[in-house]
């Protein structure tokens, strides 16, 4: 069965500092997706990144960085010099290739970042 | 080009009235999915259209909650009679496909408040 823990309820950092959200899944599928979205106060889910289960190379988009590992099942996401604009709640997600696609998403991590 | 529309944006409502939700996915979009978003917890979906026709309504409690997308393009949810434990926001969002490698967009939501 599908399944995407976030452990980390809330972050709180104070600008400029490194962070890192966790995320771990379990799917007994060989063939997935996983995804990062953002969820700024304004209340709608923002598409951050997608990873299919073949592609393992990390990625980096301006401070946005995904670290994917297959052999612990995680897919962490680092935000570099972190700025007060990434408060929001994260969620990590996961999409099987089977069973009808269903989008499964963690419980979010809310990130605060203090000017 | 225009996101996902939501209205209303909130409501409140007493127990055992009802209530609807519209969604107007992005043009083009042949995916419309509902989600039930608790607080403190990450989305659940509750009805997965392709078009006009539903993928997924595993998790709708349906002797209270009915969708339906009637020309393949907007899309009603409602609940009839409403209890407590529907107070959550609602995100509809859209893909081009149903596909698990896919996109979803999403609205702004409806916060629902069932005191």
């Known amino acids: 069965a599908q399944k995407v823990t976030q452990a980390q309820t809330e972050i709180s950092v104070v600008e400029k500092e490194d962070v890192t959200l966790d995320c771990v899944y379990e799917t007994r599928d060989t063939t997935y997706y996983l995804f990062w979205y953002k969820q700024p106060p304004s209340g709608e889910l923002v598409f951050l990144i997608r990873?299919?289960?073949?592609?393992?190379q990390n990625e980096i988009s301006g401070r946005y960085s995904w670290n994917f590992q297959k052999s612990t099942s995680s897919f962490n996401f680092t935000i570099t010099a972190s700025q007060v604009v990434d408060s929001a709640v994260y969620f990590c997600a996961l999409s099987e290739a089977t069973g009808g696609f269903k989008t499964i998403f963690g419980a979010g991590t809310r990130l605060f970042v203090k000017a | 080009e225009a996101g996902v529309a939501q209205s209303p944006r909130y409501k409140i409502i007493e127990k055992r009235q009802s209530v609807a939700f519209w969604c107007n996915p992005i043009s083009g979009h042949a995916t419309l999915y509902w989600y039930q978003q608790i607080l403190g917890q990450g989305p659940k979906l509750l009805i997965q259209f392709q078009n006009n026709g539903v993928v997924d309504d595993s998790q709708l409690p349906k002797d209270r909650f009915s969708a339906e997308r009637l020309k393949g393009v907007d899309s009603t949810l409602k609940i009839q009679p409403a209890k407590l434990e529907d107070s959550a926001v609602y995100l509809c969002a859209s893909s081009i496909s149903g596909g698990a490698k896919n996109i979803q967009y999403f609205g702004a939501g409806t916060r629902l408040s069932v005191l």
């Open positions: 990873r299919n289960s073949f592609d393992e």
